[in-house]
C-alpha cells in the first residue's frame, strides 16, 4: 500500500530541504520524525508534517507504525518571488526568493516484497 502527500509552494529553497530529505529517506515513519527532532534546520517542521499527513493518508493517523518506510521523497521548485534590496548611491539589487514543492510517499514493508516478488516472476 502506498500514500502520497505534498506540500505546495513551501518558503525554503529546495536546495535546503533536499538535504533534510535524505537524511529521512528509506527510514521508518517513527524513525524519520525522530531524527527529525534533532535536526537544527528551521524546514524540519514542514518535512515532518508532510511525513507525518503522508502516514495518516497511508491509515495511520498516530504516525507511530514501525511497517511504514518512506520509499520516496523529493522536492521540486516552485515560483521565485524577485525582490529588490538597496545598496549605496541610490541603486540597489535583485535577489530571488525561492519556493519549493515537498512529495513524501510512505509504503508498507509487505507490500514491497510482494512487488519485489512479481518483478522476479515468483509467488
Given at each position: 500500500?502506498?500514500?502520497?502527500?505534498?506540500?505546495?509552494?513551501?518558503?525554503?529553497?529546495?536546495?535546503?530541504?533536499?538535504?533534510?530529505?535524505?537524511?529521512?529517506?528509506?527510514?521508518?515513519?517513527?524513525?524519520?520524525?525522530?531524527?527529525?527532532?534533532?535536526?537544527?534546520?528551521?524546514?524540519?517542521?514542514?518535512?515532518?508534517?508532510?511525513?507525518?499527513?503522508?502516514?495518516?493518508?497511508?491509515?495511520?493517523?498516530?504516525?507511530?507504525?514501525?511497517?511504514?518506510?518512506?520509499?520516496?521523497?523529493?522536492?521540486?521548485?516552485?515560483?521565485?518571488?524577485?525582490?529588490?534590496?538597496a545598496h549605496a548611491m541610490g541603486r540597489?539589487?535583485?535577489?530571488?526568493?525561492?519556493?519549493?514543492?515537498?512529495?513524501?510517499?510512505?509504503?508498507?514493508?509487505?507490500?514491497?516484497?510482494?512487488?519485489?516478488?512479481?518483478?522476479?516472476?515468483?509467488?
Open positions: 500500500m502506498h500514500a502520497l502527500a505534498k506540500e505546495k509552494f513551501v518558503r525554503f529553497a529546495p536546495r535546503k530541504v533536499n538535504q533534510v530529505l535524505s537524511l529521512v529517506r528509506k527510514k521508518p515513519v517513527p524513525e524519520a520524525l525522530n531524527m527529525l527532532r534533532f535536526v537544527q534546520k528551521s524546514c524540519t517542521t514542514m518535512v515532518g508534517k508532510t511525513i507525518k499527513s503522508a502516514a495518516a493518508n497511508a491509515g495511520d493517523p498516530t504516525a507511530q507504525n514501525p511497517k511504514l518506510i518512506i520509499s520516496e521523497a523529493w522536492v521540486g521548485n516552485g515560483p521565485v518571488m524577485k525582490r529588490m534590496r540597489g539589487s535583485q535577489y530571488k526568493r525561492k519556493t519549493c514543492h515537498l512529495t513524501v510517499v510512505v509504503s508498507d514493508v509487505a507490500s514491497k516484497a510482494t512487488v519485489r516478488r512479481a518483478a522476479d516472476g515468483r509467488k
